[in-house]
Nanobody
Framework: QVQLVESGGGLVQPGGSLRLSCAAS????????MGWYRQAPGKERELVGG????????NYANSVKGRFTISTDNAKNTVYLQMNSLKPEDTAVYYC?????????WGKGTLVTVSS
């Protein structure tokens, strides 16, 4: 099993930047992949992007490509989501996930609000 704790959400103006962090309770080398989903009010949860622990392969939703970047700090067992050029439609609760032995684990989420 793995526990995930997100941080870094908040209120930001359109065009601004924010970095989310997700700390895992075990070394991320033991985890197949980690990443982020988001859920906006009244909408289904959607994939933002992910990264594999071996090889560091990333994938992103079309809506965030070129604006969001996922990275890891192996020493801190942490995955990051750098969000730039934020738009009001990026407003959502962002959830960290980890895929371990074919099972997805989830953090509790952190709220990102993009508004002027």
């Amino acid at each position: 099993q793995v526990q995930l704790v997100e941080s870094g959400g908040g209120l930001v103006q359109p065009g601004g930047s924010l970095r989310l962090s997700c700390a895992a309770s075990r070394t991320i080398f033991s985890i197949y992949a980690m990443g982020w989903y988001r859920q906006a009010p009244g909408k289904e949860r959607e994939l933002v992007g992910g990264i594999t622990s071996v090889g560091g392969r990333t994938n992103y939703a079309n809506s965030v490509k070129g604006r969001f970047t996922i990275s890891t700090d192996n020493a801190k067992n942490t995955v990051y989501l750098q969000m730039n050029s934020l738009k009001p439609e990026d407003t959502a609760v962002y959830y960290c996930y980890a895929t371990l032995d074919g099972v997805n684990y989830w953090g509790k989420g952190t709220l990102v609000t993009v508004s002027s």
